[in-house]
């Protein structure tokens, strides 16, 4: 029989503290890394101690097994003592006759589990983990849903804020795709940093990351120039590298699994083609590998209407899903895809009436709106790229500015950002798309009860919260905006600012609950929140 051997994989944070607190670090991050070289004998595995959506991960060998070590069935489940709730997962192999399991805790308390398996040497492991709450406010969990609003998790699994979801991509200054990151791991997190500060400068984090069949050899994006049905674990080594550093810095990572057939980015070429048994084989790994692992999405690819299905989507969503033993969302551009975990993506838009500022994308506001309304069970997302003065998109400053708040007031459809190879370099006022994520993101004005309320105004848009304790308006062009407060339960705070420049508050004082105008000091495109949003329900 295998020996389990326990590793321990536990984000840390960076953050100031006193003398006390960085000896007691010191002293839980020395225990860890002795547990890392001490192997435990028998199938009962110490107690460990983890942080809310920290990642634990153990090792175990199976010495005797006879078929592909990456069809060894092995599955491990935590429950949770306090409330009952589980998660099951799968181990996967990482080579060395070395299988691996993970945990992240989305509960405080104590979790234990069992292993079951076939194997000898990877069933019957039995052990406990004790999750305590994550004192670094910027690590957060998995992305959720509620209606048509894409949800964060905060404290734990069951505390749901709303989120703008908002992806960015810079081929000019940054890799987006696997191989370019390389291999030696130290230069994959140096490059991810670079990549996600350089997202948040521009208001944005949520980086893209493009795979293709690095899934099954890094370096090679074509299914043809590779012979590899096994998934290669340096490959998943360097992507989750990648979602952990930008994890612990706040931020998030969208991936493209594939890209389309005329650059042979697809698993057609694999025995079995699409969802044949390589192509399952590489599904369950990534549930077993990534899924305990928050902080990223994943699209099927691009122009799937030229090389794949519906019905083909579905069926890999669908065995993700179930085999995931961690939800994450799922979307397959320009399909439906079915089931609760899903994003309605967008290819393409309904009118495609160009704006002065824009083409190729919503027509305006009310395309947005009406796009999101089409179905209020799940999120949705516009997975084309609108990136800056993209050939055919002609999206400029003002186009980028101005669809970033359309789509936020819309209700929070999901937008793709950025810059393309021939795009100009770099935003010329990126300070404009930073004061949208100061407004929404870092003040948290963003509301799960918030929906459209344009009555309130008689020009530009409004969102308005069930409790009417919480309001934001939005003026494009304008020298005044009316503020109709008549449903507000009491007198409220206000400050309101100009979008198109550095992010500053001028503050409104305490508004009465009656309808009045507010004069700007000049034309501008303006936003003007209302409410205590530090005490929001």
């Not at 949770?80 to 945990?103: A, I, P, V």
Request: glycine fraction near 8%; proline fraction near 5%.
């Amino acid at each position: 029989m295998g020996i389990p051997v326990e590793t321990n994989v536990v984000q840390i944070p960076i953050r100031r503290e006193s003398m006390n607190g960085l000896l007691q670090k010191a002293y839980v991050i020395s225990i860890a890394l002795l547990m890392c070289f001490i192997p435990v004998f028998g199938k009962q595995l110490k107690s460990r101690e983890a942080l809310m959506w920290e990642v634990v991960e153990w090792q175990a060998e199976a010495p005797d097994h006879s078929s592909n070590p990456f069809d060894v069935a092995a599955t491990v489940t935590f429950t949770h003592e306090g409330s009952g709730s589980n998660h099951t997962t799968q181990m996967f192999y990482d080579g060395l006759n070395k299988w691996c399991f993970r945990f992240v805790g989305t509960q405080t308390g104590q979790w234990q589990f069992v292993s079951r398996s076939k194997a000898p040497g990877l069933d019957g492991l039995t052990g406990l983990i004790h999750v305590t709450e994550n004192p670094n406010s910027l690590i957060k969990g998995f992305i959720r849903t509620v209606g048509n609003k894409f949800t964060v998790q905060v404290r734990e699994a069951s505390d749901l804020r709303a989120y703008v979801f908002n992806v960015y991509m810079s081929r000019i200054k940054h890799p987006a795709y696997l191989d370019e990151f390389g291999s030696d791991l130290t230069e994959v997190e140096k490059k991810t940093r670079t990549y996600f500060m350089d997202a948040k400068a521009n208001g944005f984090e949520i980086i893209f990351i493009h795979v293709n069949n690095n899934w099954f050899k890094l370096g090679i994006r074509e299914h043809q120039q590779h012979k590899s049905q096994n998934p290669d674990p340096k490959a998943f080594a360097v992507l989750e590298k990648i979602i952990t550093t930008a994890h612990k810095l706040g931020g998030r990572v969208h991936i493209w699994a594939w890209g389309d057939e005329s650059r042979k980015w697809t698993p057609i070429g694999l025995p079995g083609g699409i969802n044949g048994k390589v192509d399952r084989r590489l599904q369950r790994y990534i549930a077993a590998r990534l899924g305990p692992i928050p902080g990223w999405t994943m699209g099927y690819g691009f122009d799937l209407h030229e090389w794949t299905n519906t019905e083909q989507l579905n069926s890999w969503a669908a065995h993700l899903h179930e085999n995931f033993g961690w939800q994450h969302l799922l979307c397959a551009r320009g399909h439906v895809l079915k089931g609760p975990h899903n994003i309605n993506s967008y290819d393409g838009f309904g009118r495609n009436v160009p704006l002065k500022t824009t083409s190729h994308g919503p027509a305006d506001y009310k395309e947005i709106l009406d796009d999101l309304n089409s179905d209020k069970n799940r999120p949705h997302f516009y997975e084309e790229r609108h990136s800056y003065k993209r050939s055919g998109f002609n999206l400029d400053m003002d186009g980028t500015r101005r669809l970033l708040w359309w789509e936020t007031m819309a209700g929070g459809m999901g937008g793709f950002f950025g810059l393309y190879p021939k795009s100009p370099h770099p935003y010329p006022d990126p300070e404009q798309l930073l004061t949208h994520y100061i407004f929404w993101h870092e003040n948290t004005r963003f509301l799960l009860d918030m929906q459209p309320a344009n009555k309130l105004t008689d020009a530009g848009y409004v969102l308005c919260s069930a409790s009417k304790l919480h309001y934001v308006f939005y003026n494009e062009d304008a020298l005044s905006v009316q503020l109709d407060l008549t449903s507000a339960v009491r007198k409220l705070p206000a400050v309101a600012v100009d979008t198109k420049k550095v992010y500053r508050e001028i503050d409104l004082g305490i508004l009465e609950s009656r309808t009045q105008k507010w004069k700007a000091p000049y034309r501008s495109d303006w936003a003007i929140a209302i409410g205590n949003f530090d005490s929001r329900n």
